[in-house]
């Protein structure tokens, strides 16, 4: 009879196809686990079996061969002579035959299972591994969720920030209160952490760094000159088109400031 332990059985399962949700993985990997933590048990409970009746077979032979010398072999030869079939002399060289050929039979069989037992233990310690990686694996794709959001504020404060320069333009475009509306030259940073979605393509650097957007930062400019126009040709001029709808502040607001 072929002994298919459930480790072999783990080796040839289906894995989780690539583009598999990362949990899914983590979850093939710990079944699998448990499989072929069951193969090993199933495997180490075989094997002492089988060196339990090599031990019984040992310690049949000494028992005899301690009888024997007791009293002189006189109870062994008259068992041969045929004089005590039933004592227990009988019943010792009976034991030493049985067990004599049981541990023959096992001794053949002990390094066949002792193998699979190594390979059942080497398949526990690849899958462990396999496990833990599949873990940090979903956890790096959890996190690169949250990597996402933060590129997406860091972007939203890039267009704002292009928006403002090209307001400061603006409103400073005829020399006048020019130092009301202060801008930092410094270009914005923040840092970057290595996860698919604030990775750089070429390289590792240790932030993102914007610098104004010449477009972004032309048409700002351009929709503030033209609302300031506006504005001195009407002050109750639609600014909505150019600058987007106003957003004023709450008594609470004010007193904030």
């Known amino acids: 009879m072929i002994f298919k332990t459930k480790a072999r059985e783990a080796t040839l399962a289906p894995q989780p196809e690539a ?8 979850r093939f990997f710990a079944d699998e686990l448990v499989k072929a933590n069951e193969a090993v048990a199933e495997l180490e409970v075989r094997l002492n079996r089988l060196t339990g009746i090599i031990h019984d077979a040992d310690l049949a032979h000494a028992t005899l061969q301690q009888a024997i010398a007791e009293d002189g072999g006189v109870a062994l030869a008259e068992y041969a002579a045929g004089k ?3 004592d227990d002399m009988a019943q010792l060289v009976q034991a030493k035959e049985t067990t ?10 002990l390094p066949n299972v002792q193998d699979m037992l190594s390979r059942a233990r080497s398949e526990v310690t690849r899958l462990e591994q396999l496990k833990q990686d599949a873990a940090l694996h979903y956890l790096k794709q959890r996190a690169d969720h949250v990597a996402l959001q933060y590129k997406r504020i860091f972007d939203a404060l890039c267009r704002s920030h292009d928006q403002l320069v090209g307001i400061s333009a603006a409103l400073s475009a005829t020399g006048q209160h020019g130092g009301e509306i202060r801008m930092s030259t ?3 940073q923040v840092p970057r952490f290595d996860l698919p979605s604030v990775a750089d393509p070429n390289e590792f650097l240790p932030t993102m760094t914007h610098l104004p957007a010449e477009n972004a930062v032309y048409d700002a400019t351009a929709s503030w000159l033209e609302a300031r126009n506006r504005l001195s040709q009407d002050a109750e001029a639609g600014l909505d088109d150019l600058i987007g709808p106003a957003h004023e502040r709450n008594d609470d607001d004010d007193r904030a400031y």
């Open 19 to 26: 583009g598999a949700d990362g949990r899914e993985r983590l």
């Open 84 to 86: 005590a079939p039933d």
């Open 100 to 109: 004599a050929k049981a541990a023959a039979a096992a001794r053949d069989a």
């Open 186 to 188: 410094t270009p914005m």
